[in-house]
């Protein structure tokens, strides 16, 4: 087994950050619960993160100054790119990756229901936290995914619950698009991502095999 | 006036790809009138496209073999950062841009109306022509763009008609989001984008300063 870390160099690299979004159902209703109207998706359409939000672990996710919140996290499972790949098949399409890493998709709820995109709700500036390591040789369809608030296990779930695989979403993906090497590919969480997160908390996204992505919380000034 | 060729180099320096997508009224008012249903933006909210897709001028336009169609091109202004820029007042906002270009924003119809994402009706392999050139000390807000379908002229506005200006999308993307040297903002297109796009033809994009923007378009081979 390989162990990358993931530093500044690995998030220059990333020409195009794909993100599922919604890709296990007890999230989607966990979701709807609360006033959203999210379908299952019919189809693995992939969505888009921007590269300028990522932080390694340790770095500070900083609140902007003006939002109205909630802010929470959404520990998540990353696909990193190997190789220039178009065409793959499904049975083949794990063979173009890297490795495998975490990412914490943090969103602020507000804006994610009143803007006409994500682009502030889920890419503001120091909101992709991702790492600590890419690692092979794991099976990416049975990894536990652990979320801790300083300390406290707050979400606790399993891959092998996505709507549609990794191999699913990389093989319809470079039907369309060529997929390069360095590019990042998030799978969304599972279930419900509270407590919203506070100044000051730590937040840890863990897996036994990739490590403890760690972050903690700040808000800018006025 | 500098004019710097788009090529290879500046491609592989889009860190981010921004697109406003509905900026124009009358075109937001045509598409709603062949079905879609797009409120007009309350504020400019920036969307992404994906830099995998960004072809030069001459190169080819590929419909995939499995597109239902129809397949329109959009004409558009693009601006490209200079240097990274936070927080940027709305009075200073285009000097952080290193110049104009035009863009066209090639998209698949059936896939935008019934993916969950825009991923592949706007951003497959070669939907995304940018240049010839970029071109500083112009006004962005003052310009003419024409595109023509093999030599017919079939689309003709000014930028001046754009809902939220280019200064207001740097200015607001700013308070969130570093902006990074080599960046790209796409404004959108204003009026109707027909007729649909063929194999064989020649669709160009056109401003006097900035040049002709010229794809020719095939259809990949099932």
Not at 29 to 58: M, Q
Request: charged share 25%.
């Amino acid at each position: 087994m390989r162990r990358i870390p993931v530093d500044r160099k690995v998030f220059d690299a990333v020409r195009n950050f794909y993100a599922a979004g919604l890709n296990y159902r007890a999230h989607i209703d966990w979701a709807n619960s609360r006033g959203a109207s999210h379908k299952v998706p019919a189809a693995p359409d992939i969505g888009y993160r921007s590269a300028a939000a990522l932080i390694p672990t340790g770095g500070e996710i900083v609140i902007p100054a003006d939002s109205p919140g909630p802010v929470e996290y959404e520990g998540e499972l990353v696909a990193v790119i190997k190789e220039k790949t178009k065409n793959i098949s499904e049975k083949d399409a794990l063979s173009c990756v890297l490795g495998y890493t975490l990412g914490n998709d943090i969103s602020e709820r507000t804006w994610q229901k009143t803007d006409r995109t994500l682009w502030r709700a889920k890419s503001a500036d120091t909101f992709k936290p991702m790492g600590p390591f890419i690692v092979d040789g794991i099976d990416p369809m049975n990894l536990q995914i652990d979320v801790r608030i300083n300390g406290r296990t707050v979400s606790s779930y399993n891959t092998r619950n996505m709507i549609f695989s990794v191999a699913q979403y990389l093989a319809r993906m470079s039907r369309y698009v060529t997929l390069h090497p360095g590019d990042i590919v998030w799978f969304g969480c599972d279930g419900a991502t509270l407590p919203a997160l506070e100044e000051g908390d730590l937040v840890e996204v863990s897996n036994d095999a990739i490590g403890v992505l760690a972050n903690r919380v700040l808000r800018a000034k006025a």
